[in-house]
């Protein structure tokens, strides 16, 4: 078995490790899911209705059987009925998540064209004033949260030119282009400011640890030029950190930017998790959490693919 397979083996034993550990501490937050949904208005029921209501959400029986239950429908691609939206719990995560990966693949382009040119430089202009600038402004960037450069730019825009932020109704990227693009571009550059600044520090250190090498050096005396030094033979050993920092943090936005999404109002899976805990939707939380890690460890296990393409010297299947 190579691998691949190996790691595609994992999948069901990881995810039903997750899947436990979020339906357990789902149901040890006070409340519950009927009294979220009513709010005062659920003292208002008769026993007989509240039972009803927990009958049709699955939550009348004991925690081991909901959870058989719900094991039993996800072989059957059915994640239970969200108590919040009264609609299947898939077709609403499949509902939110176009939404957070453009979002998330936004974000990752523009800390990527930004960070990494950025170490790059950094690294080539090592201990130099400008060196120093870059390190600074990495620094500024990964120590500043989200919701504060989100709040700043709000407020930049409101004050200084009498403008907000496209908010509201969310328009998809296949439908209104312009609009989508309106909507995401600032909760994209909030996103990645603080990964570009964590991308321009990991490819700067990786940067210095390879012009270090023998074989940069050897093409050095070759007479091969600088440009070409940096760009054919360093980047590409450079490469490997960064793929393993934006593996993890593709992976974060994929599990939805919470606070970003809330402060722009964009109807991402981050926000829709957070609603979903509030409101004691167990069936969305576990829906949702099973998803997120599932898009986790397939991009791991793409990370990985891309560490044999960009050094040939590893190879996975002898580990």
């Not at 509240?50 to 004991?62: E, H, K, M, N, V």
């Not at 200084?160 to 328009?171: D, H, I, N, R, T």
């Not at 990227?173 to 550059?189: E, M, T, Y």
Request: with cysteine; aromatic share 10%; glycine share 8%.
């Amino acid at each position: 078995m190579n691998y691949l397979m190996r790691r595609l083996a994992t999948f069901p034993l990881v995810l039903l490790g997750v899947s436990i550990v979020v339906f357990l501490a789902i149901r040890m937050v006070p409340g519950d899911s009927i009294t979220a949904m009513l709010g005062t208005e659920a003292g208002l029921l008769t026993p007989q209705q509240r039972d009803a209501l927990a009958a049709y959400f699955g939550i009348d029986q004991p925690w081991f059987i909901q959870y058989w239950r719900w094991l039993l429908g996800l072989f059957q691609c059915n994640l239970g009925i969200s108590s919040t939206y009264g609609r299947p719990v898939l077709d609403v995560i499949l509902e939110r998540f176009p939404l957070t990966l453009e979002l998330a693949l936004l974000s990752m382009v523009i800390a990527l064209v930004v960070g990494m040119p950025a170490g790059i430089f950094a690294a080539t202009h090592n201990e130099k004033l400008s060196d120093l600038g870059v390190r600074v402004v990495a620094m500024i960037g990964q120590s500043t949260p989200n919701f504060v450069l989100a709040l700043l730019i709000i407020y930049t825009l409101s004050a200084g030119f009498g403008v907000l932020p496209a908010m509201g109704e969310f328009s998809p990227l296949w439908q209104d282009p312009l609009r989508n693009l309106g909507q995401l571009l600032l909760p994209a550059v909030t996103l990645g400011f603080a990964f570009a600044a964590s991308v321009t520090r990991i490819s700067r250190s990786a940067m210095l640890d390879v012009l270090s090498d023998d074989y940069v050096r050897t093409a050095r005396s070759k007479g091969v030029s600088a440009r070409d030094v940096i760009w054919r033979h360093a980047l590409p050993n450079a490469l490997i950190p960064v793929v393993t920092l934006s593996g993890i943090e593709f992976g974060y936005l994929l599990g939805g930017a919470v606070i970003v999404e809330q402060i722009y109002a964009l109807p991402g899976l981050g926000r829709m998790v957070l609603d979903a805990i509030l409101q004691r939707d167990y069936a969305l939380v576990q829906g949702s959490v099973l998803f997120i890690a599932f898009n986790f460890m397939i991009v791991n296990l793409l990370v990985d693919l891309a560490y044999v393409a960009l050094d040939p010297r590893i190879r996975l299947s002898e580990h």
